[in-house]
């Protein structure tokens, strides 16, 4: 099998730690990877890999959010220390680990991804999320309008690959849903359209690693 890599047309150095505000330039095919990631985790990074290669894409942010709106403050490291801790550990080119969501005063991955579009309306944004958030996006704020304004790939994740398939999103966007086979153009398709993209999966769990699970690494794991 070929492995594509990212496609690399724009040549630009990253972000600052201190700034956190990526660019988006004209035509970029840019995977976005919102969570807590408390703490990040081997599992992002398998992902963020698995969708530079699968969906050919230019890079993936990882949007680093102040608080869950879904997600209890209990177990919560500080939004600082875990930006921080992100950005240390995630050690790839294709990969900008953000605060955005803190900087552009949002809460909802809906309100996100609209101010990112107002922002750089020539860039071709994905929305990147694993099977166990396909599960219950129905549960997000406007979810709907998610589907509705930027294509969405879903990573297979054990133990949601088929019962996510039959959640309340997969069968309200069943005939959107974009083949496999197909997914390197994903970008290029405008919404609603949505991609499951198979293949071998990572079991590392952030809610395992806060629990004691040091099987996998992890942001922090070494301080």
């Known amino acids: 099998m070929r492995h594509l890599t990212p496609r690399r047309r724009h040549i630009r150095s990253a972000p600052t730690q201190a ?3 990526p660019i988006a330039e004209r035509g970029q095919r840019i995977g976005l990877l919102g969570g807590s990631f408390n703490p990040a985790h081997e599992g ?20 680093v959010a102040p608080q869950n709106p879904l997600k209890p403050l209990d177990d919560m490291a500080p939004f600082e220390e875990r930006l921080r801790r992100t950005d240390e550990f995630a050690d790839h080119p294709g990969i900008i680990v953000t605060g955005l969501e803190r900087d552009l005063g949002t809460r909802f991955t809906v309100d996100t991804i609209a101010r990112l579009q ?38 297979d ?24 086979s197909r997914a390197r153009a994903l970008a290029d398709v405008a919404p609603p ?31």
């Open 193 to 223: 359209v949505w991609t499951f993209v198979l293949g071998p999966r990572h079991p590392a769990s952030a809610t395992a690693i806060r629990a004691g699970d040091r099987s996998f690494g992890f942001a922090g794991q070494d301080d």
């Open 19 to 21: 700034s956190r505000r």
């Open 44 to 63: 992002h990074l398998f992902i963020s890999r698995l969708a530079l290669e699968r969906l050919f894409l230019d890079e993936v942010w990882w949007l």
């Open 118 to 155: 107002i922002r750089a309306p020539q860039t071709r944004f994905v929305w990147l999320m694993g099977a166990d958030n396909l599960a219950t996006i129905h549960h997000w704020h406007r979810w709907q309008e998610i589907f509705e304004s930027v294509p969405v790939a879903v990573f």
């Open 157 to 180: 994740r054990a133990p949601y690959s088929f019962s996510c398939l039959a959640s309340r999103a997969a069968v309200r966007y069943r005939r959107h849903r974009l083949p496999a």
